[in-house]
């Protein structure tokens, strides 16, 4: 009995090691829970805490935004546009890879931005919402929350 | 990138290190700065800027929405770089000679240059220079790629579509993207900020979005003509370089060597520099309008139209597709990937 209560000891020290392993191994960008929370939050923070989720330079489809200024502007035409990125749900999470940019754009402009500004652990992740599918570039974190580094869409 | 643009790379990065201690001299170094402002480094990496931290040529300060930096070059000139600016520091030879080119490629900088001195740098933004003398200006780069030059004292000679106006004190003149400069004016008991100024020229932008879209066309064509002409100078200036080089290697004796190589390669291969120089100059002034200004008009495009396209939004879209494709036609075997 004494030998059966150490297995199961042993066992579920196992589990809980390959959970926390689990966790820890999966950046918080490639974390569909982190990501969905992600895009609540940019539906509804408030101009200062939407450019802190937000990267500069910043992917909008094939084009580099440098400053942060635009960035700005962008999130606020999309509030007075109305647009939200409403019943989001993951489709997909990837992890970036030597050919991801491809994905969002197959252009020399898109590539260079996937490798220099791109962080370690970061993601691609397609969306869909009532407006259409989007792809998503999450990276780095803000608290638990993963930053946004640029989306593609509709498409 | 192909094998002759490499070779007339790997010349211009043998003969700009040359110049380096030559050019430090130039550099004004940080002062003061306020928030997180980044330095963008030539090889594309970027930094935070900190207190005595310059930008060489070939380099860019970018500041955020809370950023603010203040160069000094001792008792010479103090640059003040306002936020959501992106200010960047080039180099031209022009007449023979290489110059500092201190741009706005965008937001807004304000130049006081306290003193006459025989090699005062040239300031402006992507599409129009100016020469200076015992100078305080402050230029602005619009999102739509226009500029606006404001003098407060002393002499400026702004330049853009070959052609130039000179303001003096208290005088101002906007400058259209791929267009001369306009009518000058006078800024006395004018309030101008470069936030309304820039929102005006949204509002203007918005009108008519293809037209802008056209004018940064022109410009863009004006900047590959130049590059083109400078390749091949330099293409043409390289061979003969080459062809000098060999000549030496044929020499005997030391001291006629040394006469050759002082009267005879050397300024071949000066030639050759300032040919790279210039193309370069061109390929990035172009990207530059690309990247702050092509980009932040399809900005403005998208976001509006998300949702409810207007019926122009199709029309801008096309012609930014196509203005796309002709600026990688024009440009891409000009720019190294640590450009973009």
Redo the contacts between chains.
């Keep these: 009995m004494k030998n059966k209560n150490r297995v199961w000891g042993v066992a579920a020290l196992l589990v809980l090691l390959l959970t926390i392993s689990a966790c820890s191994t999966v950046p918080p960008a490639q974390r569909e829970d982190r990501i969905v929370q992600l895009l609540a939050e940019l539906d509804t923070a408030e101009p200062a805490r939407l450019?802190e989720l937000s990267a500069?330079p910043f992917l909008?489809?094939?084009?580099?935004?440098?400053?942060?200024?635009?960035v700005?502007?962008?999130?606020a035409?999309?509030r007075?546009?109305?647009?939200r990125f409403d019943d989001a749900s993951v489709v997909t999470v990837a992890a970036v890879s030597a050919d991801s940019y491809v994905r969002v754009e197959d252009?020399?402009?898109v590539r260079?931005y996937f490798?220099?500004y791109l962080p370690e652990g970061a993601g691609v992740v397609e969306i869909t919402t009532v407006?259409g599918s989007f792809l998503v570039l999450t990276g780095d974190k803000v608290g638990r929350i993963p930053r946004i580094f640029g989306f593609a869409g509709?498409r | 990138m192909n094998t002759r643009q490499l070779r007339l790379s790997a010349a211009a990065v043998l003969i700009l290190a040359a110049f380096t201690v030559q050019l430090s001299a130039q550099d004004a170094s940080v002062s003061y700065l306020e928030g997180e402002p980044e330095l963008r480094r030539s090889d594309g990496s970027m930094e935070w800027l900190d207190y005595g931290g310059f930008a060489s040529p070939g380099e860019s300060i970018i500041t955020g929405s809370f950023d603010y930096v203040e160069l000094s070059q001792g008792d010479e000139a103090t640059i003040r770089i306002q936020s959501d600016t992106i200010y960047t520091v080039r180099e031209v030879n022009r007449d023979g000679r290489r110059e500092t080119v201190l741009s706005t490629a965008a937001g807004s900088v304000s130049f006081r240059f306290n003193r006459l001195s025989g090699r005062e740098p040239r300031i402006g933004t992507e599409t129009a220079v100016a020469g200076v003398r015992g100078t305080e200006v402050t230029v602005y780069s619009g999102p739509d790629g226009s500029s606006l030059f404001l003098v407060e004292s002393g002499l400026v000679e702004v330049s853009s579509g070959g052609e130039s106006v000179e303001l003096a004190e208290n005088e101002g003149v906007e400058v259209p993207v791929g267009r001369a400069p306009g009518e000058k004016f006078s800024i006395i008991g004018r309030e101008i900020d470069f936030s309304s100024w820039s929102a005006g020229r949204i509002d203007d932008f918005l009108s008519d979005p293809v037209a802008a879209l056209d004018r940064i066309e022109i410009q863009l064509q004006s900047f590959s003509r130049d590059a083109d002409e400078w390749y091949e100078r330099a293409e043409a200036a390289e061979a003969v370089s080459d062809a000098a080089r060999e000549e030496l290697g044929k020499i005997e004796g030391a001291e006629e060597q040394a006469k050759y190589r002082e009267e005879t390669w050397l300024p071949l291969v000066e030639q050759t520099s300032a040919a790279v120089l210039n193309y370069r100059y061109n390929a990035l002034s172009a990207l530059s309008l690309r990247r702050y200004s092509l980009s932040s008009l399809y900005m403005e495009m998208k976001s509006r139209n998300i949702l409810d396209p207007a019926p122009e939004y199709g029309e801008f879209v096309a012609r930014y597709n196509e203005l796309r494709e002709k600026f990688g036609g024009m440009f891409d075997e000009y720019l190294e990937d640590t450009d973009l």
């Design positions: 450019l500069t909008l489809d094939g084009e580099i935004l440098a400053r942060e200024a635009d700005g502007t962008m999130w035409n999309l007075e546009a109305g647009f252009t020399r402009n260079v490798d220099r407006h509709p």
